[in-house]
């Protein structure tokens, strides 16, 4: 994954595109009044899957990871999409389900796939390419490194824990022993929580030492 041809300019392209068919994938109606779904929503919702899975394969997913990272994305979708659902007229509840679904599916992928494509320093690079606000750039560069540092330690700390582990995947053990998997679970994040605030501390400290100023 690398920042597109054109640093700021080719960065802040892909990121008002994306955000442009995100924004219309989130608000082209859904038939939550009762009345049917127009043609043009499910042709922008088309558009912005496409987007979503194009952006994924031009950053170098392959199919099987592609189909992970929807599968990580349904729950959030569902939690979306289906209440919503209950106050469409009683008639026109399921179809008004599926029109969200579709909708917060496309909007979410199309989002996701965007800043997956211009990574953490692409999206820096455009959004000040955009002219937002220096302070709004800088606290998104250091949201984003503290992510990546959360997701960097949480890939160390399952491959650690699948090294331990007699067996793979926890699926099986939260069905057979739900209690102890949930616990682990719950020790898991803790651990990483206590150790990305750790990074961060050890973070802002360089920083002072370096002469920032926190704003």
Known sequence: MSVP???GAGARGLLAAGLAIT???GL???GLRGEPVPGLSWLVWLIALAWGVAAFRRAGSTLPQLVRRIAWLLPFVLTLALPAALIAPPGSRIAAAAALLARSLAATLCAAGTAFLLG?????RAVRALGAPALFASVLEAALVSLSGMVERARAMLRAREARRTSH????????EPVATLRGFGRFGAALLLRALERAEAQDRARRARGAELP
């Open 5 to 7: 041809a054109g640093g």
């Open 169 to 176: 995947g926890p699926w099986g053990l939260l069905l057979r």
């Open 120 to 124: 953490p320093l692409g999206l820096v």
């Open 28 to 30: 082209a109606p859904a």
């Open 23 to 25: 924004v219309a994938a």
